[in-house]
Nanobody, 115 residues
Framework: QLVESGGGLAQPGNSLRLSCATT????????MGWYRQRDYQQRELVAT???????NYADAVKGRFTISRAITGGTLYLQMNNLKPEDTAIYYC???????????WGQGTRVTVSS
């Protein structure tokens, strides 16, 4: 249902854009989000996007990351600018149902920020 891509190795200060291709997900029924899990830590919220365009960001990424969705089609994006070594993590796409239904996760894509 959710397939992430776009991860990889980046130097500090550089940018990456993650994509999440969705199938069978009606965006108006879900809060869409990106989460990450750093080594030996719990999964944490990065950003969420509501159907009406409302966004929410973790303090650690505010002003650097932008969550968005394609105008047509079912793709969610995470634009990551000014990357820092502490952004190194596996990034997961999430579709959380607003009322009832399945909470979907992608398989994750690894981002490594290192010089």
């Amino acid at each position: 249902q959710l397939v992430e891509s776009g991860g990889g190795l980046a130097q500090p200060g550089n940018s990456l854009r993650l994509s999440c291709a969705t199938t069978g997900v009606t965006f108006s029924w879900y809060t869409m989000g990106w989460y990450r899990q750093r080594d030996y830590q719990q999964r944490e919220l990065v950003a969420t996007l509501e159907f009406d365009g409302t966004t929410n960001y973790a303090d650690a990424v505010k002003g650097r990351f932008t969550i968005s969705r394609a105008i047509t089609g079912g793709t969610l994006y995470l634009q990551m600018n000014n990357l820092k070594p502490e952004d190194t993590a596996i990034y997961y796409c999430n579709a959380h149902p607003k009322s009832y239904g399945t909470n979907y996760w992608g398989q994750g894509t690894r981002v490594t920020v290192s010089s």
